[in-house]
């Protein structure tokens, strides 16, 4: 008998079943979101073991598609797809970067960054999109009536849904709140051919019209709202603890927007737990920026209810949302893991990514937000100094250097401490011995 999975309602009291190839993102009956599920028990046939050893043969193999951090666990991603039509860009597989000198620094001993922004379209929604555009390929392929993908973005989602378009010759739609991303991702989307509209309201505002447009068949919804994505997401954890030979770090942390990822996060360390792969699952923490933070909110109040926020402005322009379209799921994972939700301020997260810069990351702003909450938890003592601890890198910081170069003009409405402003000099070998001086006397200063 073959891995099946299906669309399953996430309402249990509802719980109807719909098939992966069926035009559907809300549940018919009830209208809530759904899962993707799996047959558990023909997975568990297969012993904890031989996953682990068939998991390790494909790592980074160049046995197309099982290379990808994503097709190489195919049986517990999308089984039923046909090798011909995955679209795969080698996603995944990821460096994961120890932070020693940070760490030493804010006071951690093993501090691991996972860098899922050194990917193809340089962000972790990679991840899920090559499973989204994989199963469209393949429905395409059945008769679907599909003409197009479409997503609301703040950035990231449509360069990963205009790329992978791109490879499979699909068209894509992509929806942008005008002038609240960066131009790298601006342009990502441009130059992989997509229809990149620029919409005159916030990232909820694209949200909703996609939602509009996409009720026609013939477009079809990229959002993480679409569990497929999750799927592929999900990935991520279990990389991570393949990466650790197995084992299970004690906390992860992950800059929370939309929430798609926490709860794919989860959702793949549930898997590795309930299929035997882990024993003990990490605490989860959720890191929000302070202007977008309808979670950390509901979290002060115990989950007992959520109310969305108008997302204010942020540096951390990915996370700016403040109606997650996958926050029951969220905080049902949560639930699950200990979980923690902190907010970082402007400055803090700003500050944070400067100084893990300075220790030979290139952090964008959102996982400036991840470190902020670290270095906060640490100092609350909710996190141990002796604790195995990962940030989710979300993104790269090469796509948003508008925000490192206003940092380092000292541009910003805060003081900017780590600012590392380059210096004029007339072309003379004295004048620049006497900068070095100068630099290493500052640094002797900081050290002191
Ligand atoms: C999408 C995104 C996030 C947040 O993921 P959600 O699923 O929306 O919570 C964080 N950082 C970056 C860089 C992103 O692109
Ligand atoms: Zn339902």
Redesign the pocket.
């Known amino acids: 008998m073959p891995y099946r999975a299906w669309f399953q309602c996430i309402n249990p009291e509802c719980g109807a079943v719909y098939p992966l190839d069926a035009i559907v993102y809300r549940c018919r009956e009830c209208g809530s979101l759904l899962e993707v599920r799996h047959d558990i028990e023909r997975l568990a046939r297969r012993s904890a073991q031989a996953w682990m050893k068939l998991f390790e043969e494909r790592y980074k193999s160049t046995q197309w598609p099982y290379g990808s951090g994503v097709w190489g666990k195919k049986e517990w991603v999308l089984p039923q797809i046909d090798n011909e039509n995955v679209v795969s860009l080698y996603e995944g597989g990821t460096n994961l970067f120890w932070a020693e000198r940070l760490g030493k620094l804010i006071g951690l001993e093993d501090l691991w960054i996972k860098l899922c922004g050194n990917t193809h379209s340089g ?1 972790f ?1 990679d991840l899920g999109m090559t499973v989204l555009v994989s199963q469209v390929k393949q429905m395409i392929r059945d008769g679907a009536p599909i003409q197009a993908v479409a997503c609301a973005s703040t950035g ?2 449509s360069a990963a849904l205009a790329v992978y378009c791109a490879a499979a010759g699909i068209q894509s739609i992509v929806l942008l709140p005008k002038g609240k991303i960066s131009t790298a991702q601006l342009i990502q989307p441009i130059a992989n051919d997509a229809l990149a509209l620029s919409l005159d309201t916030d990232f909820d505002g694209c949200m909703r019209v996609v939602q509009e447009i996409t009720r026609d068949e013939t477009i079809y919804l990229a959002n ?1 709202m679409n569990s497929l994505r999750v799927e592929g997401q999900k990935t991520v954890g279990i990389e991570i603890v393949q990466q650790f030979d197995w084992e299970a770090p004690d906390v992860i942390i992950i ?8 709860s794919a996060l989860g959702k793949g360390l549930l898997m590795m737990r309930d299929l035997g792969l882990i024993g003990k699952l990490p605490r989860i923490v959720v890191a929000q920026a302070e202007r977008a933070n309808p979670l950390y909110r509901a979290y002060l109040r115990n989950f007992e209810s959520f109310e969305p926020v108008r997302a204010e402005k942020t540096l951390a322009s ?2 700016q ?1 403040g109606n997650p379209v996958s926050v029951e799921k969220a905080i049902r994972i949560l639930r699950q893991f200990r979980g923690v939700v902190e907010q970082a301020s402007e400055e803090e997260l700003a500050d944070a990514a400067a100084l893990g810069d300075k220790t030979g990351m290139f952090n ?1 702003p ?1 996982t400036g937000v991840a470190l902020a909450v670290l270095i906060k938890l640490l100092r609350a003592g909710k996190i141990d100094k002796s604790e195995r601890v990962v940030v989710i890198s ?2 790269h910081g090469l796509k948003f250097i508008e925000m490192k170069v206003r940092y380092h003009n000292g541009e910003l409405d805060f003081p900017c401490r780590h600012a590392n402003r380059p210096v004029e000099l007339p072309p003379r070998a004295d004048a620049v011995k006497e900068a070095l001086r100068e630099a290493l006397r500052r640094r002797e200063r900081l050290q002191a």
């Open positions: 962000s929604k990231d989602t993480s800059p929370g927007g939309n929430l798609g990822n926490v990915a996370i949302i964008c959102h979300t993104a």
